[in-house]
């Protein structure tokens, strides 16, 4: 007979979240191991890959058969090191998650299905760590090389507060260059919002460095393709990793840089699952495993803007990150002009105005761009019958399903349920049923009716092009699309948000927010400041090149002299940021303080709100019984559930409840404690009905 294995080890493997199973499972093995090793070990009747954590001594309490045995080790791979597993125990504990479910989504899929030889094969191609060449650089303006001075010489994190053409990308390769030539093995990390919307980005990545020297890391990927990438960042083979949110969580022993572009843009948010902040977290892995940390945007977040503020003169001390600000835009370009359109002044009903029209016509007669930017908001047409008022709800969510003329269907987008669109009224019988409200398809049927007689320089007439969600649906759609605008064969663009953002578009003289308003008076506190942030990189497509004609931005409002409105018109994103940090800080709103948001889910309104109300009245109990409880309700707040904004989707019934604190650390004692509470009621016959429950920490949208 064998003797028994010798080691205990301690192994993260993916588990439901909820699931009550510990963090760490326990099994045995022959061979020694060490923490960071990749290992399959049986799980129930599966086999899996986990983690190993920690080695332990035999437990003497545990009996020997009672622990099972590592299935396989991939020794050909170099443990995760202790960095990262320190980085994927913060993010557990941070975001209220298990800490086997963050630490193997983070891994590529891929990785689950190999064995150790084909793995060996694997790294085996991947060649060895690639000795950057650099190609040819312009040279630095004197705000760049100031700001890379202070990268330089200084610890960070840094926030590049640089306005749209001030060269950003720039110093993000130099700032790359620098440490990567400071030493030898040296790894950086370029994150981007959204890698298709910054094709430009990638490519000059890839021609400064190499294409060997730089891997890209995104949900686009093939599973291949994501292997091969985390394979050379954790080996060290790739020196740059170019990446969405996601590659935050790669394994890159030698991370000297992390830079994190748009650093203001809610997508660096992960929606599902462990709901980490990736600028957050790598502004924490920066600081552990002593990475340079390098923000930027021309309309940075207000948290960051407010953790930059410089030291006053009233002896207030200045935030922990160290602010360098390029205003001037390279070249000869300028911002464009904004004006303001007041839409109360125009009859009413009126879409695009007077004054948009004739700038638009006239662009399109001296053969330059324009782009027109919707709020999809109010662009969602619904089926209308006007005899009885129907209207075309979706059954299953507390929404309308909205009407696509073009396969005439009415389709939900919050569930997906489409259907014909109806002969006559459903309810009444009415054969006379039509569109309320412009979709973004009316609204380029619209234009092309006031642009009909308007001819281009050549004579030819003009061509209108529009991109969102509905048109991009097709992989490579939105590529050829913005390659159409980019070549000039298009002389209009209409668009949701997605055109504002990152694109290139020299040819574009005239930009117009067509429905801003909405956003001024939302429930959602950050509305403004996403609104503002938009705008501003919309005005920041105008007039790029030099010897066009006048660059503007219309904006048509109800309300023109809004100070959102008055600090856009002048470029001003200091003056928006003052006056939106004073309303935060007196409505102890981030960045003032913190917040965490959980939700329930059933099928009925009740139960999802009886399943907050009492893990909030258990909390509450709980914490007045325990040793510095008292302080905890003191300082969290605990709000009333309430349904959620969209209340019910897919048949679903959503309630939330808000939790806040001006102390981080008396917010995140009171999460831990709520994990217990939600177990211990989830076991309860009362709250059988409830689907799920999730926990937002430091939510982007409420
Ligand atoms: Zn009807
Ligand atoms: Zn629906």
């Known amino acids: 007979m064998n003797p028994a294995p010798a080691h205990w080890i301690e192994v993260a493997v993916q588990t439901p979240a909820h699931s009550g199973v510990g963090d760490l499972l326990s099994y045995r093995s022959a061979l020694s191991l060490q923490p960071g090793q990749l290992v399959r070990v049986p799980l129930g009747k599966r086999e899996v890959l986990g983690v190993v954590w920690r080695v332990d001594t035999p437990d003497p309490g545990l009996e020997a058969a009672a622990v099972r045995e590592v299935a396989a080790c991939f020794d050909g791979l170099a443990p995760l090191d202790a960095h990262w597993r ?22 590529p899929p891929q990785l689950r299905d190999l064995d ?37 010489t200084q610890g960070g994190p840094f926030l590049l507060f640089g306005s749209t053409g001030s060269g950003k ?25 959204e890698i298709n919307l910054t094709p430009q980005l990638e490519a000059r990545v890839r021609e400064r460095f190499g294409e060997q020297a730089v891997v890209s890391m995104h949900s686009g990927l093939t599973p291949a393709q994501r292997l091969k990438g985390w394979l050379a960042a954790h080996s060290g083979a790739a020196r740059i990793v170019l990446g969405t949110r996601m590659a935050v969580l790669a394994s890159m022993p030698k991370l000297r840089l992390i830079v994190v572009d748009e650093e203001h843009d809610p997508s660096y948010k992960q929606q599902e699952g462990a709901r980490y902040s990736a600028r957050d977290l790598a502004l924490y892995r920066g600081q552990q495993c002593g990475a340079k940390v ?39 370009a300028t911002l464009p002009v904004v004006r303001r359109v007041d839409m109360n002044h125009q009859p009413r009903r009126t879409v695009l105005s007077a004054p948009l029209v004739q700038a638009i016509q006239a662009r399109v007669q001296r053969g330059e761009q324009s782009m027109l930017l919707l709020n999809r908001r109010g662009y969602a047409p619904v089926l209308y019958c006007a005899d009885c008022g129907w209207k075309s709800e979706c059954r299953h969510c507390s929404a309308f ?62 061509r209108i092009a529009r991109i969102d969600a509905d ?97 856009l018109k002048r470029h001003d994103y200091p003056a928006f940021a003052a006056s939106e ?30 399943f907050l109300t009492a893990a909030r009245q258990t909390l509450e109990a709980w914490l007045a019984q ?9 300082t969290v707040s605990l709000y009333p559930a309430v349904p959620m904004s969209l209340q019910k989707v897919a048949d679903v019934e959503r309630a939330q409840m808000l939790i806040e604190s001006p102390s981080r650390k008396q917010l995140h004692r009171a999460l831990s404690r709520l994990q217990d509470v939600l177990h211990t009621l989830r076991s309860d016959p009362a709250h059988k009905g409830v689907i799920r429950w999730l926990l937002d920490v430091d939510p982007q949208a409420i």
Not at 585 to 600: E, K, T, Y
Request: proline share 6%.
């Open 86 to 107: 320190q980085l994927m125990a913060f993010a557990a504990q941070y975001y209220q998650r298990s800490l086997g479910e963050v630490a193997l989504s983070a891994l």
């Open 116 to 152: 150790g030889g084909q793995l060996a094969r694997r790294l085996k191609k991947l060649g060895a760590i690639d000795h950057i060449t650099v190609g040819a650089a312009p040279e630095p303006s004197a705000e760049q090389a100031h700001a890379l001075e202070q990268i330089c």
């Open 169 to 193: 990308t720039e110093v993000y390769l130099r700032a790359v260059q620098q440490a990567l030539q400071a030493e030898p093995e040296a790894q950086a990390l370029i994150m981007v919002p």
């Open 294 to 332: 390098l923000l930027g945007s021309a309309t940075p977040s207000l948290e960051s803007w407010q953790h930059s503020r410089p030291a006053d003169d009233t002896g207030e001390p200045g935030g922990r990150y160290l602010r360098l600000q390029m205003p001037s835009r390279i070249g000869a």
């Open 401 to 462: 399903r909205v009407f696509h003329k073009i396969d005439r269907t009415l389709r939900c987008h919050h569930c997906g349920a489409t259907d014909r669109v109806p002969r006559a009224c459903p309810s009444c019988g009415n054969a006379d049923i039509a569109p309320l409200g412009r979709g973004t398809e009316q609204l380029e049927e619209h234009l092309s009716e006031l642009l009909a007689g308007v001819r281009r320089p050549d004579g030819q007439p003009v």
């Open 471 to 567: 048109t991009t649906r097709l992989k490579g759609a939105l590529e050829s699309q913005l390659a159409a605008v980019h070549s000039g064969e298009v002389d209009v663009l209409v668009g949701t948000q997605m055109i504002a953002k990152g694109h290139d578009f020299r040819r574009i003289t005239l930009v117009a927010a067509v429905n801003p308003d909405s956003a001024l008076f939302s429930s959602d506190f950050r509305a403004p400041e996403r609104l503002f942030a938009l705008l501003m990189q919309a005005a920041g497509r105008a007039g790029r090149q030099a010897g066009q004609g006048e660059s503007e931005m219309l904006v048509q409002t109800f309300h023109p002299t809004h100070p959102l409105f008055e600090a």
């Open 581 to 610: 940090l004073a309303e935060r800080h007196a409505a102890s709103l981030p960045p003032f303080s913190h917040q965490a948001l959980l939700r329930a889910d059933a099928r009925e309104q009740s139960i999802s709100q009886g």
């Open 626 to 634: 325990e040793d510095g409880g008292a302080e905890v309700l003191e």
